[in-house]
């Protein structure tokens, strides 16, 4: 368990931003399967991610994740427009955002990082590869980085 999961002593938020439907249900069992303790907060579309986000109406009672994948084919607006509302807020900036996405497009990688990304990963299609990548998040995140609290 990380640093600031050890010392607030509550599991990892984690908020996933993924319209498909079949990806997110991979996502939620690799999760399920980590070695720590999460919440997965699953979010469709990118406006319902900021909704929450920003702890709006029916998700005022919402913490903040401690981390954000991010698919960037969102329907409306799009992941790198969401990446850019929550990097240029004050209260969202310090969350960090991982890219999620099927693409392997130098511009969508470089677009992503030019937005402040914290990383970016090709989205594996298997369970196996996901829960490699879910224990690759959670070793980095987690275990040797340390995170600003969310609140």
Known sequence: MANLLIREGRPAEIML???NRGDALLAARAFRQAEIENNL???ETGEKALAMLRREGEYAGLRLP????????L???SGKDVLAEIKT???LRHIPVIILSSSSAPPDIAGSYGLHA??????????ENFSDVVRS???????????????
């Not at 401690?66 to 084919?73: A, K, P, T």
Request: net charge negative; charged share 20%.
């Open 137 to 151: 998040i959670e070793q980095f995140f987690f275990v040797l980085a340390v995170l600003p609290s969310p609140e």
């Open 66 to 73: 401690d981390i954000i994948l991010l698919d960037l084919n």
């Open 17 to 19: 931003v993924e319209d």
């Open 41 to 43: 907060t699953v979010a």
């Open 89 to 91: 807020d004050d209260v």
């Open 75 to 77: 329907p409306m607006m």
């Open 118 to 127: 914290n990383a970016y990963i090709v989205k594996p299609f298997n369970l």
